[in-house]
């Protein structure tokens, strides 16, 4: 079993920066890990996912945000930039032991964090 406990978010303004980390309770160097949000009224959207054989960004967030995981391997950063008010969202970090060859599903994650508000102003 594997605990995420998220920090960062807060309120920002459009085109600000914001980094938001995720900490394990285990060493998950080899798990598949990534973020995913969710917007009032919509669907837990991906964001970016990260393993060892690649990284992954939706399409929305590409060029802006970028995933990382510190040399422990028990953190994993999300840093977005030139954030945009359709950015605003409850993000979610995830994990899950196993790559299946699929990455952007809510299904495939076992773990989950608690989640932090994102909230962008224009």
């Known amino acids: 079993q594997v605990r995420l406990v998220q920090s960062g978010g807060g309120s920002v303004q459009s085109g600000d920066s914001i980094t938001l980390a995720c900490a394990a309770s285990d060493k998950i160097s080899t798990y598949l890990v990534g973020w995913f949000r969710q917007a009032p009224g919509k669907e837990r959207e991906f964001v970016s996912a990260?393993?060892?054989?690649?990284?992954w960004y939706a399409d929305s967030v590409k060029g802006r945000f970028t995933i990382a995981r510190d040399n422990g391997a028990r953190t994993v950063y999300l840093e977005m930039n030139s954030l945009k008010s359709e950015d605003t969202a409850v993000y979610y970090c995830?994990?899950?032991?196993?790559?299946?060859?699929?990455?952007?599903?809510?299904?495939?994650?076992?773990?989950w964090g608690q989640g932090t508000q994102v909230t962008v102003s224009s």
């Open positions: 990260m393993h060892w054989i690649g990284t």
């Open positions: 995830a994990a899950d032991p196993r790559y299946t060859g699929v990455y952007d599903t809510v299904s495939n994650y076992q773990y």
